[in-house]
C-alpha cells in the first residue's frame, strides 16, 4: 500500500510497511522499545502479546523472533496459542516445510537447533531467549564500564565521544574515537 495524505496533510501508511518512525523495524515481530533503546522481539501467545526480550542489535532480537516462530512450526502450533503436540515427522523434514515468511531469516539458519527446540516446552525457550537478551545488555554495560574507567585514568587514547559509524570513526574496528589517530 502506498503512503495516502489526507485532508490534514498527514501520512498513512499501510499496515507492515516501516513508516520512518525511529522505533520501527524492517524485521517481523521485532520494534525498539521507547526507554530504553533497545530492540525487543515480540510474540502473540494466547492473542496476548509476549515479550521473548530486549536486544542491543535489531538483528538479534529478529533471531530470538525466528526461533520462536520455528518451535511453533514444529510443535505443529500457532505464533498464538500455547500449546500443541509435536507431529510425528523426523526433524530435517520438520524444517524443511516450514511454512514460507514465518522467519525473519531463511528457516535453514536454525537447523542445527532443532533438536533443541524439539526438546524444550514453549516456556522455557521464552525464559532462554529473555535470559540471552538480558546477558546481551550486561555485556554492552561492561564495555561502557570499562571504556569509563580507561577515559577516567586519563588514557590519551580512549575518549567517551563516539563518531556516527561502529568504529568510532578511526576504522579499527572498537568504537572508539581515539585522539592521537592510533
Not at 533503546?37 to 494466547?46: H, L
Not at 515427522?89 to 536454525?110: F, G
Not at 524439539?118 to 554492552?140: D, H, N, V
Request: hydrophobic letters at 30%; aromatic letters at 6%.
Amino acid at each position: 500500500m502506498k503512503p495516502v495524505g489526507n485532508s490534514k496533510g498527514s501520512v498513512k501508511v499501510g499496515k507492515n510497511q516501516v513508516s520512518g518512525k525511529p522505533f520501527t523495524s524492517k524485521f517481523r515481530g521485532v520494534h525498539r522499545t521507547i526507554p530504553t533503546k533497545r530492540w525487543e522481539a515480540q510474540f502473540r501467545r494466547d492473542g496476548k502479546p509476549t515479550s521473548l526480550g530486549c536486544f542491543d542489535t535489531e538483528e538479534s532480537a529478529a533471531r530470538a523472533y525466528d526461533r520462536m516462530m520455528v518451535w511453533c512450526q514444529l510443535h505443529n502450533t500457532s505464533s498464538t496459542s500455547s500449546g500443541g503436540k509435536a507431529i510425528k515427522k523426523n526433524q530435517r523434514e520438520r524444517v524443511n516445510h516450514l511454512k514460507a515468511n514465518v522467519t525473519n531469516y531463511p528457516s535453514s539458519m536454525y537447523q542445527d537447533d532443532v533438536p533443541w527446540l524439539m526438546s524444550i516446552t514453549q516456556e522455557e525457550l521464552l525464559l532462554q531467549l529473555r535470559k540471552e537478551g538480558r546477558a546481551e545488555a550486561a555485556a554492552t554495560r561492561a564495555m561502557e564500564r570499562e571504556r569509563a574507567d580507561l577515559a577516567a585514568r586519563g588514557n590519551p587514547r580512549v575518549t567517551l565521544r563516539k563518531n556516527n559509524g561502529e568504529d568510532g570513526g578511526d576504522g579499527d574496528g572498537d568504537g572508539l574515537l581515539h585522539e592521537d589517530g592510533k
